[in-house]
């Protein structure tokens, strides 16, 4: 089969994927609600027809379970789009956005919004404290990065490992000292999920995820050239440090808001442009947008299966995520050494 | 926001705006184990719809054996299912995050929150804030008169005793100022050493930093591991109160009461600190 061809046929395949997943993700619940009716009442919302489903299952689908599926689509499609972006940047297949260091500076924002109360008396406290943790550890891995002028990849990498050990390093102080019924409600977030969120959530990731990923698809070639290395992107007259800080801050623009709704999600961003980079080829242009469907549909399944398999209480995200990711990652890390 | 949601918006401002609000909720949901504690009590079987799952553990719950059997056990506080049961009110905890609060909301359930759990007087407020919202007051007030009763008649039970220095273990944490653990070993006649040491709230308390304390009595939680792993306890089983056998065990459900139960707690402990002066049953009402 051509790489032409193949590419094709992982996009249709991703096409079909992610819609039917929607659909039986939005059918399956607590309450479970008929599909058909799920599509009529979705067509209804388009002023086409009327929902079927009486005014129990249309607040269940347009309250709760419409905002909660999406926002899974867009966490998994943003931390593929990452992941792709990352291994290209860094030139290493096993990339993802835990390098980024933001996701210890959401924790302790989120951590800090629980622990002072605010995540109980306000709405979307949490979520907007771990985005500003994000982003306040991502400022300062930069300012320090750049204390002795242009910083290599690597110094922007250790100085992200050492700011984000300094982030959890106070998140674990705070988890000590803070309030043992607060902590119940952080643990669910540190673990990763999806309980409780809603439109506005959704509204946030998707400004962030659709914008940012917009903006890193017009990367999408200097990108390519800066995966065949810095000597050979300069030579070709690309701005190195200039593209790399830019690829860096959109990837930090995505993960940032998508840690703060939803936690930590490991693995997605990983396993998703992985998995894809045989049949679509390398290329961003292909990779990005076929990494984002596909991480859509695997955290679309696996909130499903987090929702779906907890008895007394929801399965966390991201223990869903590492179950599938953490032996995938292995098996690439083994198959990457076999082959080195 | 669709049409039907609209709608029910709109009729909630205007029922408000009349005064319909006021009406009781006929149907009452509650996701905390405090509320449900009071519910079974103040209200009528077939009123009650959803308690928590905690409701027929006897470890957790004073009520267990006690709910109707029409009322739904939630496993969780998850919101389609009470979307489903349509209750007209759903009562939740301090605990619970504004995020899954702005979720009733919009979903139309209107909610009413418990506060204020942390001290005897909180609990009977909140007894009586929730028989009001929904629409037992009488019932709430007979509570809270037996609740005012038992601790009144232990108060002067304990009128002139001398007061032993009591340190709540919950390996590692402990009860400072703020707590229903302080409001119940100072009601039961004891004196919290949390507070002595100048806490606030539930938080880790070093092991060194407790031995030092010399407290005269350790208090855990019956069946939490706690009082064994206190024996156990390289420096704390060293302690003066272990060396004299003074610990004190209480049943978990009791221990964690925050409901009008919270007075039994704090007879039933007083019994314990106070032989020679509580007898172990609280009075009869």
Redesign the interface.
Known sequence: MTETRRRRLAFLALGALLPLELLVAASL???PLPALGVVRSLLA?LGLGTSPLG??G???L????LPRVLLAALVGGGLALVGAALQSLFRNPLADAGLLGVGPGAALGAVLAVSFGW?????????LAAGVGAFAALLLIYALAHLGGRPSLQGLLLTGLAVGALAAAATAVLL??I????V??VLFWLAGGLE??????AAIAGTFVLGGGAALGLLARPLDVLSLGEEEAAALSLPVHATRLAVFGLCALIAGPVTAVAGAVPFVGLVAPHALRPLVGPVSRHLLPASFLAGAALVVLADLAARSF?????LPLGSVTAFVGAPYFLIALRTQEGRG | ??V??LT?AVVGIACLASGAAADPPPRVASLNLTSDEVLVDILPPGRLVAVT?WADDPDMSNVAGRVPASAVRL??A????L??L?PDLVVVS??????????LD???LRHHRLRGLASLDGIREAILELGRVVGSDEAAAGLVRRYDAVLAQLARRLEGTVRPRVLYW?DP?TAGTDTPFDALIEAAGGSNVGRELGLR????IAAERAFVADPDVFLVSRGSGAAAALRHHPLLSKARAMGEGRIVEMPNALLVALSHHAATACWRLASLLHPDRVPAEPPAP
């Open positions: 619940g607590s309450v919302g005014e129990t249309e607040v269940i347009w309250s709760v379970r995540a109980h008396e306000r709405f979307l406290a949490l979520t000590v000292a309030e043992e019924q607060r119940r409600a409780g969120r809603g439109w506005e959530h907890g008895v007394h209480v929801e | 926001m669709r039907a949601q029910r799952r496993p969780r998850d919101l389609e299912r979307i489903a349509a301090e605990f619970t995050d504004a995020d899954f609060l702005h979720l919009t979903s139309s919950a944490h709230g539930m938080v880790p």
